[in-house]
């Protein structure tokens, strides 16, 4: 494993660590605000947070590295609007479903994108090691002991979340497409700039904005934006330069071991012996997926 790898995975698992602990100010923000004006105005502050980081960046580079550049960011406006379509679609389902499911359902069911990247990308001839299908298996079978405590049973709310789970999947692998052909940072901003425009169109029609309802939710909204968002999905980008899709995805699922964690320490949940083999499942599908990725399905031999 090289050192670009390893700070890869150091960097998700840094992004996955925020956004568990966002999970708390997602629920508390939607106890003023609607699901809709909530994800714009969180993407729209992500965005701005990025703009001095871009000007930043842009400013130390020498001439011979933006000439570098050029080939690159003549699509990064189409992949900006491919990723940000993805992420909206995401954010938008998680955030409306919410509504009608619970918690641990919408957490588990969320997590399935470790099991849609590698199957979605069998589709574009992505090439997926035995060692990383069952590595996505055990850490799908820990978020289910994590996530779910009663009867499961698709609900509205758990439909919604299962949408959720196919579009961050395509935005995992949009962005493992996309990370490592184009500026990641500018790449980022785009994104949020066009979830935050799609999500404001539906929010100007179906929901109300008042700077009361505003200042009610500045602190879960300024969390979500600047750190969920800002820092959280740019980080991710800038690792999947590094990182296969499916990797990725495996590590990034441990955002529920940290939205556990972030309930035991700022809400008092106690988290039962189920929970706790559900983050050492999810632990040890990280590790398999990493320690051998490229063991591949045994061949068939041929008989006479």
């Not at 900006?80 to 993805?86: I, K, N, R, T």
């Not at 758990?158 to 990641?184: E, K, N, P, W």
């Not at 999500?199 to 029609?205: E, G, I, K, N, R």
């Not at 820092?231 to 330069?241: D, F, G, M, N, P």
Request: aromatic share 12%; proline share 3%.
């Amino acid at each position: 494993m090289t050192n670009k790898v390893i700070q890869a995975n150091v960097l998700m698992l840094i992004a996955a660590s925020i956004w568990g602990f966002a999970f708390v100010a997602q629920r508390v923000g939607m106890e003023t605000m609607g699901p809709h004006w909530f994800n714009s105005l969180r993407f729209f502050i992500g965005a701005i947070a990025l703009i001095p980081v871009v000007m930043w960046i842009d400013s130390k580079k020498t001439k011979a590295s933006k000439q570098e550049l050029k080939p690159s960011t003549k699509t990064l406006i189409f992949g900006g609007l491919a990723a940000g379509v993805l992420l909206f679609v995401g954010a938008t389902f998680q955030q409306v479903g919410l509504q009608y499911t619970t918690a641990g359902k919408a957490g588990f069911i969320t997590g399935m994108y470790i099991f849609f990247v590698p199957l979605i990308g069998l589709f574009f001839q992505m090439k997926t090691g035995l060692g990383t299908w069952l590595g996505a298996i055990i850490a799908l079978w820990g978020l289910y002991l994590l996530s779910i405590n009663d009867d499961f049973s698709l609900s509205k709310g758990d439909t919604l979340q299962l949408i959720c789970a196919v579009a961050f999947a395509g935005h995992v692998l949009m962005i493992g497409y996309l990370a490592s052909r184009m500026d990641v940072v500018k790449l980022s901003l785009i994104q949020f700039f066009v979830a935050g425009m799609l999500a404001m169109f539906l929010a100007l029609y179906f929901e109300q904005l008042s700077w009361a309802i505003i200042s009610s939710t500045a602190v879960p909204l300024l969390f979500a934006g600047v750190m969920s968002t800002g820092i959280a999905y740019t980080l991710q980008t800038v690792a999947q330069q590094h990182a296969h899709p499916s990797h990725a995805a495996i590590i990034l699922s441990s955002e529920g071991v940290f939205a556990v964690l972030g309930g035991y320490l700022l809400l008092n949940e106690v988290l039962p012996p189920k929970g706790l083999l559900g983050c050492s499942l999810i632990l040890m599908g990280m590790l398999i997926s990493q320690l051998m990725p490229d063991v591949r399905w045994p061949k068939r031999t041929k008989t006479a």
